[in-house]
């Protein structure tokens, strides 16, 4: 079994960064495709970006290109999210997730996931 806990969210101020962190344990980390998700008050938990299993591909939502970049440490078994230029809408927890094998972008792919680390960008 596969826990994995987030850390690294905040309240910070719109233009500003946070970068996330997702550590993993219980699974063999280097076989896991990583997402991030989130999800804000009332709506969908809907993707932010996801990486492979050994960091060289990755893929993000077309609201997160630009700002915010995946990487992952498999020699720490954590994945990050750096985010920057945050802006309000950008509020939300945020979810990471593994799953075996190949990046996918549905929640529902995603087999396990951490209980989230709540991020506030204030106007």
């Known amino acids: 079994q596969v826990q994995l806990v987030e850390s690294g969210g905040g309240l910070v101020q719109a233009g500003g960064s946070l970068r996330l962190s997702c550590a993993t344990s219980g699974g063999t980390f280097s076989t896991y495709a990583m997402g991030w998700f989130r999800q804000a008050p009332g709506k969908e938990r809907e993707f932010v970006a996801a990486?492979?299993?050994?960091?060289?591909?990755?893929s993000y939502a077309d609201s997160a290109k630009g700002r915010f970049t995946i990487s992952r440490d498999n020699a720490k078994n954590t994945v990050y999210l750096q985010m920057n230029s945050l802006k309000p809408e950008d509020t939300a927890v945020y979810y990471c997730?593994?799953?075996?094998?190949?990046?996918?972008?549905?929640?529902?792919?995603?087999?396990?996931w951490g209980s989230g680390t709540q991020v506030t960008a204030s106007s």
């Open positions: 990486i492979n299993r050994g960091g060289g591909s990755t």
């Open positions: 997730a593994a799953r075996p094998y190949n990046i996918r972008v549905v929640p529902r792919e995603y087999n396990y």
